[in-house]
């Protein structure tokens, strides 16, 4: 039944959807399926009836009701980076097409398929930044929907929390216009529970005054992880509400800009971002440099809010921090 759903004979309802779509609908057979099927995580394999690769909120919208209409479940996704239940059976909607990005007085309007990368380079004109995780090319509508506990979050909060209003497609195939006022009880389930209340295909969320931050990364062997713990216990219960950080383990992996001798080492590390000056940051962190013998030299000082997702992931790094840049999109200024 559900491999029938999608035969486009003529005059069927795939036929129909394709005669209505500014993008692309893409079956198994279709070129460029697996590409608009393929998660950022290759773990994920994901095989939908139908990927739908969305360029408008009417394309996301007819896609949904295609969906209702046929007995099809239904998938978004921008980069993938969250999926959690693959898309299999079903008809996935790829939104990574549509990444405009439009900052004005301390609010930022995105696209669905908009990632951090997109962001940042604009809300930085202003001095503002928004409230991002630990990687610029993570989707801004799935990690802002999923919570979004980010490295400025002691001081401003998750990221569903400065949501200000969104524009979304409900499983019906109504376009809302969701905020505190209008349509609250949706506005609250869906900052916090991803995608399951509707496929938001505009975004727009608070920015805050944040031009320079005073943090980074310190790296230690995995054999002084009690060590490392223990001081970075005591130091959280006293840090400021200015200072998010965080305890990782991990394994380094053999990527180009690590070198070679590191590969696959298991490291214990300390990752923070502090809004205050170098000369007061550098009193802050002062139990992790007693520390000493670190594997990676202590990069924990001043840099542009824009090069901190670079510096706080997961993996070290000797090279300097580059920042993305957008494929496209509109802007205005701040007023």
């Known amino acids: 039944m559900l491999a029938t759903a999608v035969t486009a004979k003529p005059g069927g309802p795939l036929q129909a959807l394709r005669s209505r779509i500014r993008g692309a609908v893409l079956t198994p057979e279709d070129p460029g399926y697996d590409q608009a099927r393929a998660a950022w995580n290759p773990a994920v394999q994901q095989r939908p009836l139908l990927a739908v690769m969305a360029e408008t909120e009417g394309?996301?919208?007819?896609?949904?009701?295609?969906?209702?209409?046929?007995?099809?479940?239904v998938a978004v996704q921008a980069t993938g980076h969250g999926v959690t239940v693959p898309a299999t059976g079903g008809v996935l909607v790829n939104t990574s097409r549509m990444r405009s990005v439009n900052v004005g007085a301390g609010t930022a309007i995105v696209g669905p398929g908009a990632i951090w990368a997109d962001v940042l380079p604009?809300?930085?004109?202003?001095?503002?930044?928004?409230?991002?995780g630990s990687s610029s090319g993570v989707g801004v509508v799935g990690y802002t929907l999923g919570g979004g506990s980010g490295f400025l979050g002691r001081q401003y909060g998750l990221a569903a929390d400065s949501v200000v209003r969104m524009r979304a497609v409900t499983a019906d195939g109504r376009v809302?216009?969701?905020?505190?006022e209008e349509h609250p009880?949706?506005?609250?389930a869906m900052r916090g529970g991803t995608s399951n209340f509707g496929v938001v295909t505009r975004l727009e969320f608070k920015l805050y005054p944040v031009k320079r931050v005073c943090g980074g990364g310190v790296y230690w062997p995995i054999e002084r992880a009690r060590e490392v713990s223990d001081v970075y216990r005591e130091w959280t219960a006293a840090a400021p509400e200015s200072v998010t950080s965080r305890l990782a383990l991990l394994r380094v992996p053999p990527l180009p800009h690590i070198p070679n001798e590191m590969w696959g080492k298991l490291l214990v590390a300390v990752q923070a971002a502090f809004l205050g000056d170098e000369e007061e940051g550098a009193r802050l962190f002062a139990p992790f440099r007693k520390l000493g013998a670190p594997v990676v030299e202590d990069a924990l000082g001043m840099m542009p809010f824009a090069a901190a997702p670079t510096r706080s992931h997961a993996t070290p790094s000797r090279a300097r921090p580059r920042c993305c840049t957008p494929t496209y999109r509109t802007r205005s200024p701040s007023t």
């Open 59 to 73: 394309d996301i919208a007819r896609a949904v009701e295609y969906a209702s209409e046929v007995g099809l479940g």
């Open 185 to 188: 009880d949706l506005f609250w």
């Open 122 to 132: 604009h809300t930085q004109e202003f001095g503002l930044a928004p409230l991002l």
């Open 176 to 180: 809302l216009n969701v905020t505190a």
